[in-house]
C-alpha cells in the first residue's frame, strides 16, 4: 500500500538526504543497476504524453560522455522489436522539452527510427534536472571515474556547493568524492588514457601522487606498455620517492631552494586543498613571509575560487 501522508518536515532519515530524492519513483524502482538502460516498463509518475523525438532536446547536465555504440544498437534493435515501453523524464523548456533522465533511451529510439516515444512530463529547475542526471547515472549504470569527476565539479561550479554538501547529497564519504575531483589535477594525456579504460582510477590515483606533470605522463606511459597491475603501480610509486625506482622518469626539474615545509604548514594546505577541491600550495619565503598558489584549470574554478574568497571577506 502507498503512503499518502505529506513527508514530514523533520525527518530526518537517509531519504531526506539523497539526491535528486523521489527519482526512483519517477524512474522506476526497480533495484537492478541497469534498470535505467532497459527498455521495461517503470511506475507511473508525472504527466505521460508521446512527444515527437524532434521536440526533445538532451539534457546539458548529463555527466555521461560516452553511451556505446554496441549497446546503443542492441537497445535500438529491443524497440524496434517491442517499443520503447520505458518512458524518458522531461520537462518543458523553451517551447520544447529536454531530457532528464533516459538519454540513452532517447539516442536508441531514434537510431531504431521512431517519430514519437512516451515521456514522462514534470517539473524541475536547472538544479534538479542536474541532480537527477547525477543520481540515474551514479546509481544506475555507473560513469567512468573521469566522468563522475567532472559531473561533481560541473554541479559545484553551477550551484556553489561545497564539498561536504554534495558528498552529504550524494550520500558519499567526503574523502571518495573529494580523491574523485583530484583526478581533474591529471595532466591531459593522462585523463585521456583514463577516459578511454587504458588506465583504471586505481592507477590514477596512484600516478597523482608524483609531484610535476611530466613525471605523471611517462609513468602512465610506462604502466600501459607494461600492463601494471594497481598494486605494482603504487609499489613502483613508492620506490620513485624513495629514489629507487626501475622504471626510467625525466629527471625533475631543478628547484629554487626555499625553506623547508613544516607539518603545520602541510595541514593547512590539505585544509584548503579539501575546502576547494583543488591543488594548493603554500610556500613561505622567508620569516613570515611567503605565498599561496591556487591551482585552477577552468573559468569555472576561477569564479569558484572568487565566490569563496568574496564569502570569506
Known sequence: MTDSRPPNPDDKGPSKRRLGRGLNALLGSSNNSDAADSNSPNDETGDLRQIRIDEIEPNPFQPRREFGADTLEELAASIRQH??????LVRKHGGKFQLIAGERRWLAAKKAGLESIPCRIVERDDRGSSEAA???????????????????????????????????????????VSNFLRLL????AVKESLRKGRITNGHARAILTLTDDESRI?????????????????????????????????????????????SHIRSLQQQLQQQLGLKVEICPTGKEQGKIVIHFQSSGDFERILRTLRRAA
Open 83 to 88: 517499443g520503447l515501453l520505458q518512458p524518458v
Open 134 to 176: 547525477i543520481e540515474e547515472n551514479l546509481k544506475r549504470k555507473d560513469l567512468n571515474a573521469l566522468e563522475k569527476a567532472m559531473a561533481f565539479q560541473d554541479y559545484r561550479d553551477r550551484f556553489g556547493c561545497s564539498i561536504d554538501e554534495l558528498a552529504k547529497k550524494l550520500s558519499m564519504q567526503r574523502s571518495t
Open 218 to 262: 611517462e609513468f602512465c606511459k610506462q604502466i600501459e606498455k607494461e600492463q601494471l597491475s594497481v598494486r605494482a603501480t603504487e609499489k613502483e610509486v613508492r620506490r620513485l620517492i624513495k629514489g629507487e625506482a626501475v622504471i626510467p622518469l625525466p629527471k625533475p626539474k631543478p628547484k629554487t631552494e626555499e625553506p623547508a615545509t613544516s
Open 185 to 188: 589535477e591529471l595532466p591531459d
